[in-house]
DNA sequence: GTCAGTGCAAAAGTTTTGCATACAG
DNA sequence: CTGTATGCAAAACTTTTGCACTGAC
């Protein structure tokens, strides 16, 4: 269902070493947090990914605070990247789905993803020629998709 | 004082205009506010603009609602766009410099400028095969500069 | 058993709205 | 004059914090 990234198991793997080496504790609602995140090709906002926890903990008590706290620590350990368009509001992205970018719609806010190897490279060199040590990025082209455009 | 972009004479006209054909009125506030961004080279927070438009206006009352809408009316405008960025908050920036991009340290949140003439092409060719009329884009490249990479 | 994590509720921060007044057209 | 814009204050949201209790190690 969704497009192949880093493979759940080895996601997990890889978070469970980077909270042992903080001497962070592995929690029940940290891994379901993760789960749901690699599941979903969607941008979530923090609250809607709150609903969707709460919803896979059958009615068990999710606190919207720990949402915020986990995805910090997600952020901070670069597992998760956070994009803010406009008024669009905050949307929280797995970091390690294969890279990608992004063609928002400015009228309808539609989402496409796209991808292009030229780019991708050209990134790596212009970051090296600054002495910068590139861990991911974004790229937002925004403006109007076929439809809207049509409508305008 | 600040890279070259469009001329501030026609940004006002082009602003003027926009405002006429919405029947809007050209008011200073929003014209301060317009002026001040042309002049300013970083990227500052509706806040911080606020600050600024108060301090310009030597003393005289500027209200936040009054920037948050002025913003608003701008970007729905395509004048200015905001980036958010993890936690450092919005940001705001004049649309209509000359193309360039971001790359942002998660450490110290230095923002460095760049361009690269292949991926604005590039950008651009993809847009048309998706159908889609550009109007902008974001480019943020992040990780850690120079300097935080070598204190890591 | 110890100490970090959690949920809740309160607090802090950010953005929007309602309303009476000011001012551009 | 008319009706939009403004400033202020209140409201609505969003995100963070404090605290007592739970649960991972």
Redesign the pocket.
């Given at each position: 269902m969704r497009e192949v990234g880093v493979e759940y198991d080895i996601l997990l793997a890889e978070f469970?070493a980077i909270?042992?080496k903080s001497?962070?504790?592995?929690?029940?609602?940290?891994e379901t947090l993760l789960k749901t995140l690699y599941e979903t090709s969607e941008h979530l906002?923090?609250?809607q990914l709150c609903d969707r926890?709460k919803m896979r903990?059958n009615g068990?008590?999710?606190?919207?605070?720990?949402?915020?706290?986990?995805?910090?620590?997600l952020e901070d350990a670069g597992f998760v990247t956070?994009i803010?368009f406009g008024?669009a509001?905050?949307k929280i992205e797995l970091a390690n789905k294969p890279h990608h970018d992004h063609m928002i719609c400015k009228k309808c806010g539609e989402i496409i993803e796209f991808r292009d190897e030229g780019i991708e490279k050209a990134q790596v060199l212009i970051a090296e020629a600054h002495g910068f040590r590139l861990t991911g990025h974004i790229q937002q082209l925004y403006g109007f998709c076929k439809k809207c455009s049509a409508e305008n």
């Open positions: 469970k909270l042992k001497k962070l504790k592995f929690t029940s609602q940290r906002t923090p609250e926890l903990s068990a008590n999710v606190g919207i605070a720990t949402v915020y706290r986990t995805l910090n620590l956070s803010s008024t509001g905050k």
